[in-house]
């Protein structure tokens, strides 16, 4: 229980096009989704939260504009990263956690979506 | 500043051998504390955390943790590594469940 999945698993890109990466949670209702952003040999940086049917709150130093998160329904959330340059080359991961059960009280991760821009 | 330090990037161990990856936290209250493990290609899972009570967590795959206030550490042990145990492994803390500050993260390198 409590898995959630990403697609695409990679990307790649030309520069100034858009990408949109999905995030579902499989068997649970994620009220709250993050994403995530990982550098190479570096650790996780929060970059936004959402909550179902809410705005999403970015961390600070993360462009809103650029990255557009949307947290439609209990098992979706998408990341469009619009107009695409090469230092959004990332490994971008979500999580999700849910309002019951085993999923309340901690976050699962799916599995990363490697975005390469050209 | 909140911060977390995982002070070995890389360890080798010999699988049988027992295991510790050190966890170190800058937090301004007892913070929330998870393990996590990331295999190559798949996404983080988690391995155990500590909200509240006994100091000493066990979680999955033989692994435990001991929080530790007046070392504000979080060191994960095993007592006998696994081949299968090879991989990325992340501490992480925060005030509750949603906004984590990860750490570097330790790769761990198992030979037969």
């Known amino acids: 229980g409590a898995v959630v999945s990403q697609h695409p698993s990679w990307v790649i890109c030309k520069s100034g096009t858009s990408v949109k990466i999905e995030c579902r949670s499989l068997d649970f209702q994620a009220t709250t989704m993050f994403w995530y952003r990982q550098f190479p040999k570096q650790s996780l940086m929060l970059m936004a939260t959402?909550?179902?049917?809410?705005?999403?709150?970015?961390e600070q130093g993360v462009e809103k504009d650029k990255f557009l998160i949307n947290h439609a329904s209990l098992t979706l959330s998408t990341l469009t990263v619009t107009s695409a340059h090469p230092e959004d080359s990332s490994f971008y991961i979500c999580?999700?956690?849910?309002?019951?059960?085993?999923?309340?009280?901690?976050?699962?991760f799916g599995p990363g979506t490697r975005l390469t821009v050209l | 500043a909140q911060s977390v330090t995982q002070p070995d990037i890389h360890i080798t161990v010999s699988e049988g051998a027992s295991l510790e990856l050190r966890c170190n936290y800058s937090y301004g209250a007892t913070p929330y504390l998870f393990w996590y493990v990331q295999s190559p290609g798949q996404g983080l899972q988690l391995l155990l955390k500590?909200?509240?009570?006994?100091?000493l967590v066990q979680g999955i795959k033989g692994f435990e943790a001991e929080f530790k206030r007046s070392q504000s550490s979080f060191n994960l042990r095993k007592p006998s590594v696994h081949w299968s145990d090879a991989a990325e492994y992340f501490c992480?803390?925060?005030?509750?469940?949603?906004?984590?500050?990860f750490g570097t993260g330790t790769r761990l390198q198992v030979f037969p």
């Open positions: 959402s909550n179902e049917g809410s705005k999403a709150t970015y």
């Open positions: 500590y909200f509240s009570g006994d100091t």
């Open positions: 999580s999700a956690r849910g309002n019951s059960g085993r999923a309340q009280d901690t976050q699962y």
């Open positions: 992480a803390v925060g005030a509750n469940t949603d906004k984590l500050i």
